[in-house]
């Protein structure tokens, strides 16, 4: 009778779950292309049509590396590159894969038109996946994402400092990210299911470990003059 009790309250609603299982995802979830990784992620994969959250220490620890083999899987829907620390580099994105015209590159000298045009993407999903850098960040501003990216099945990623971990986020899910000798370390700030104390070790390809700097070119200066950028990689 116990156990018919326990399944019976799991099919109640997708949201209900045990506190020893990680939550059944409500959205579509797309694989990360690490099963490691996907075993631990509520649904299997990065859930779609909301906030997720990489917490880093520095720019270039692997988060772009860690993404690569999900944003192959758009089938060439376009990728929304929002104030990235510097400029993608078309030759590096071919190398891991991806193509450079898929890439929509934004950038802005003021951090609330870099939030509108994020919000603008997400409500029209225009885009399979949106990528935004952001070191300060209302939490005000964090719940209208978050809304907004419930419009669609669009991958939402934030990219933000590793020291916002102790700040409450309406994120579903929240990653800390620690590059390390041939791979990277994950933690779970943030997931819907069980707590996970112990960080989950990621072996990552040579090519890939500590590469995201090649992805973003960081000997340029961070606004470039219009007409400079490549057609592939901006609108």
């Not at 409450?168 to 069980?194: C, D, E, M, N, Y």
């Not at 500590?210 to 470039?224: E, R, W």
Request: hydrophobic content about 45%; proline content about 7%; some cysteine.
């Amino acid at each position: 009778m116990q156990a018919q009790a326990i399944t019976s309250v799991e099919a109640i609603h997708p949201s209900l779950w045990r506190a020893s299982q990680l939550a059944r995802s409500s959205t579509v979830c797309v694989g990360s292309g690490h099963a490691s990784l996907d075993r631990e992620l509520p649904g299997g994969g990065w859930p779609a049509g909301v906030l997720i959250e990489l917490l880093i220490q520095q720019n270039g620890s692997a988060e772009l590396s860690l993404l690569r083999l999900a944003l192959n899987k758009l089938a060439g829907r376009r990728i929304a590159l929002v104030q990235p620390p510097h400029q993608p580099q078309s030759l590096a994105l071919s190398g891991f894969g991806l193509s450079p015209a898929q890439f929509m590159w934004i950038r802005s000298k003021k951090p609330g038109d870099a939030l509108w045009a994020s919000e603008q993407i997400l409500r029209t999903g225009s885009c399979g996946a949106l990528l935004l850098w952001q070191n300060h960040i209302r939490n005000e501003s964090l719940r209208r994402l978050h809304l907004a990216a419930q419009s669609n099945d669009m991958l939402f990623f934030m990219v933000r400092p590793l020291a916002c971990a102790d700040q409450p986020s309406p994120a579903a899910l929240r990653l800390s990210l620690q590059p390390v000798h041939q791979g990277l370390q994950i933690s779970f700030t943030k997931r819907r299911g069980a707590s996970r104390d112990v960080p989950l070790f990621l072996s990552l390809s040579p090519l890939l470990r500590f590469s995201d700097h090649a992805l973003m070119d960081s000997l340029i200066p961070a606004f470039t003059p219009a007409g400079s950028i490549s057609p592939a990689l901006a609108e």
